[in-house]
């Protein structure tokens, strides 16, 4: 990576940015004396207490997102058991084998033009249902946001959701964008996730303003009946917990995840709206969350990435992705598209 | 745990602390504008710079401790080898087997009354070196400090370390307290390591005033050559990585490993020495790091367990465990040490 | 499975064929007193001799066919690889998962037309070597014949085996019916093995009149270093080993392996023959082996499976498969496409 | 292995003997023409009826008895767990770690005088029971036969079961050897598996005069719901799976399995008699099934391999162990005591 980052805030990535301010005071506040380790300790039962996301959900908090996946997922399968996912899925492209590592799974990829599966694609996958020489489908699992900076709306879950249930699956949700996507639809979190008929979800933090630190909720608590064990073989209980702990609270109190979120959404629909200005650019996907997927002619790939790092996603189509985060200013963006501007001319 | 915790700090366990203000404050120092995610940025160059363990040396930063255990171990291993250690050592009894779930190998542990190994006590392991019917010895793994608070002499582990690499295994130091040992001893850190001829050393931080984050060290290249795909399969490659490296930045920098640790081993030893003056307690282990191993009759440890936690190792001879840890005070020990004598008056 | 089979031999699949009479009589002469189990048996040593396949081959005897594949990729590959194979390919659709279990590996399966991959397509699966976030191509896998009845010839395997070498990928052979392969090619096993520049290939005796039993042969003795291990590790080392090796010196010795090989693939012919006159039946494949895929009218299939049970491949377009075995007879093909006329008038 | 087998029947081991005619015959009897394959034929349909184990039994065929052990434990955990045995159990030392890689479990062995594990044993093992922190014991696994010649009682077996149950525990019998103990204790199968409170039962065959085969158990359908998927992708589906069943057939009608477990069992027998009259042989265990364990002076061990090929078990007290099989005769047993008499003298 040769790329000179100029400016203080790129498009990169939203984990490029980093711990909003007040999750920082959080931190500092909860560096207070020694309390009990692995979560026996008061921030750790206040920030569960937070995730009102309904009746007898089960919350686990580890210490990051492939992490949450992997062992959400291994709580939902036997080893013999298929994953059914998007093709640029996280936990089928950017998880280097994790999940097939940890779970013993197969991941049966489904291809899709906007990062979001539907149930006539799940179908043909259900063929062998009840045969022994192939793995047994199990677990539907999305991203919300997905990869592509698109959003499934709560009646699209729903019907994934009715999809599993009736034939004995479960939904999973990667939710390392969950807040985003929340934020988008403007719903509550509930409404995305246990009333639409989510299984289980990954609840991410870093990608919102927390420096590190994931939770993994069960709508069922059947499937978290062994989890605290799984966890802990799966190396991510964290000893300080409780500074993961103070961190969820800050995040969950006050809608600062919505505020948060919100605000990276905002600043992503103003960048799309700014370079739609300019015809050389086109989209190739909508914008819902907080990322824009943009065709930027080759040529000026190189000059922008002089001044603003970001990743080129299709380098035979030239489609690039700018992620926006929570503190993301208007003025970047201003800045950017000013650049643009002037390269292209 | 229904464990009242009235005073602030316990001698339950060294990650029952919280973060030394130093690390406290490279962290807050860390939370300024966007760098490239999962260790491309200064501070983590910065950091890796400061392992000055000798040449050709490989570090890697992870989450955890367990996590380092399992991925060092899994650098070193085919899931045919066997992992010989102390019957006592975290990674057979307090990782909820993750390194046979990670690694597939058998653990072969060895009983000790100290909490060491010795070469002698392993030749008996490699009677079946060479068929296929048995597991194949291939690491010998130490705990460094160990677990019952003692510390293996720079001698010690060069005569393990050339045990092993006379019969094709490797020599991997489980150093969760590394620091408590080598301040213990008063050697630099690369006497106890490197210089010991250790392969592969498990960093820890956090019983050491870090709030999060290990390192994995390999001190040979080619044990790490594929490491960053371990280390990520292993879901413990940190997104917002800046934030242990500048921790470890802050740790290495000016010693304050060593004053931590070395604060940490002179409390346990002030403690020993006060609780050496009360008759009804007895002593299990030497203090060469910072626990503390006593018996203290029965009926005394609930008494004192409702001010102070800290846990009882053996039901059965009522022996206890202290640890003191950075942030431990005379005061503490005073109070603490006064308490016993009026409980056992 | 409620179809009649009325026949006694049916066009299912060459495993379901029995034992032919040269191998049941090895297996009866092998009978004889006590020899050391495990392999340490004049049988065994005798059968290793007859592979006579290169220099420095070396070859393992296991139980079966998904044994060998698991266990001959095992030896291949870390967890973070990947293994590129045809979607149709045994090892990605008939194995219940057993690769991605045992290996931790994820598989990426190729759409093809007739179940073979080409260097091409390989391609876009390499964009992201050297990227921890992905697995890492290390094997390409293919079948030969293929699971679509076709073959390879010696100079496709070639391109493969040169296309991998020269990424430091290896070339894994699911030889399951490598006789037929061979037979239909007219070359000798070495062609299309060793000489075609394979790395690892499973070697099927049950589809070709063995009983049971099957061998996993390395072409370069580095990655069969440790595969004792990985055998016995993995459940697949027959205590009395000389029942296997008393069948493969059957099938290797005076080339019983290609004349039962050849027998089917002729047989195979004859039908695809007789069926082609037929208007109402189509082709959709080659017919390089012993299998033959057709497309029959719905409304047929039933009925024929009254007197002869084969397998439906695709719903679909009412494909099917019809597979020849070393003992299929002129006879039966009379008999099979005589019904075949009779009910499509 | 240098040893020269002089003799054609040798005191190694049970499996080196060969196949006993009436299962050849059975073999031999079952290769007419076609049947389908893995299993959905008459011969299995008929070999799992002659399981009258008890109601509700659940029986499955598999190509060896390690892969037997293996998965029927895979189907009584999660990877968390662990499973408790003897030090001295095949699962533990003689299977290269196949029960830690497949299942993920921890083996938590026990030093046993005889190879019989006791309830009280156990107990010291459980003090962790619920603390994430550490493996929670699922499986006590018992060898019936032991690998030391002894054999439980139906009494130490229910002992065993009724503590393993009342603590939501499983109980699973490595019975390589069942036949040989229920025929040394004169009792029906029944009364030492389903009677005695067994969970899961891997039953040997190749032990007993088969030539390969063996079959998983369960005595609690609920643990088998997922076998067929577990066994497929355990790699121990086989294809040609009538060939297993027509050898269980043979030896479960009538009581081909106690006949030749009696058979050998009483060689054991005479031969321990016959060397308690030799005064330097002294015997270290009892003889309860087919096995002979004693101590020969270490200078005649080499003389006696000359002819007889035997294992030596402990070098340190020169301990041998003398197996005897169904096709041991009177005169193998005279000829080889007649040379231990000339040897000693």
């Known amino acids: 990576m040769t790329n000179r980052v100029k400016r203080s805030r790129s498009f990169a990535s939203d984990n490029n940015a980093g711990v909003h301010p007040k999750i920082m005071e959080a931190i500092a506040a909860a560096n207070d004396g020694h309390v009990i380790a692995y979560g026996d300790d008061p921030y750790t039962a206040r920030a569960l207490k937070l995730f009102r996301l309904g009746k007898d959900v089960e919350v686990f908090f580890v210490f990051g997102g492939t992490g949450a996946n992997v062992l959400g997922l291994k709580a939902a399968t036997a080893s013999h058991h298929a994953i059914i996912c998007a093709q640029t899925a996280h936990i089928n492209v950017d998880e280097c084998g994790a999940p097939e590592k940890f779970t013993g799974c197969k991941l049966l990829p489904i291809t899709t033009a906007d990062g979001k599966i539907k149930a006539e694609q799940i179908k043909p996958l259900l063929h062998e249902v009840g045969f022994e020489h192939h793995v047994q489908p199990r677990v539907i699992s999305v991203s919300q946001a997905t990869e592509m900076g698109t959003v499934y709306t709560p009646r699209e879950l729903q019907t ?42 990954s609840f991410g933090g870093a990608k919102n303003g927390m420096m590190y630190g994931e939770a993994v909720v069960f709508f069922d608590k059947t499937l978290a009946k062994d989890f605290k064990y799984t966890r802990k073989q799966g190396t991510h209980l964290p000893s300080k917990m409780r500074f993961i702990s103070a961190q969820f609270e800050a995040l969950l109190a006050n809608d600062l995840w919505r505020q948060n979120a919100q605000h990276a959404n905002q600043m992503a629909q103003r960048l799309a709206i700014e370079l739609g200005k300019i015809p050389q650019i086109t989209f190739t996907q909508k914008v819902e969350a907080n990322g824009v997927f943009a065709i930027v002619p080759k040529k000026y790939v190189p000059l922008l990435q002089k001044s603003y790092f970001f990743y080129v996603w299709n380098e035979e189509i030239s489609e690039v992705r700018f992620m926006t985060s929570f503190d993301t200013t208007e003025a970047d963006i201003a800045d950017f598209v000013g650049l643009v501007k002037k390269i292209v001319k």
């Open 160 to 201: 994934l959701a009715k999809f599993a249930h009736e034939r004995n699956m479960l939904l999973h949700v990667d939710g390392a964008r969950i807040a985003n996507a929340a934020a988008g639809l403007n719903v509550k979190l509930k409404e995305t996730t246990r009333d639409a008929g989510v299984d289980i979800l």
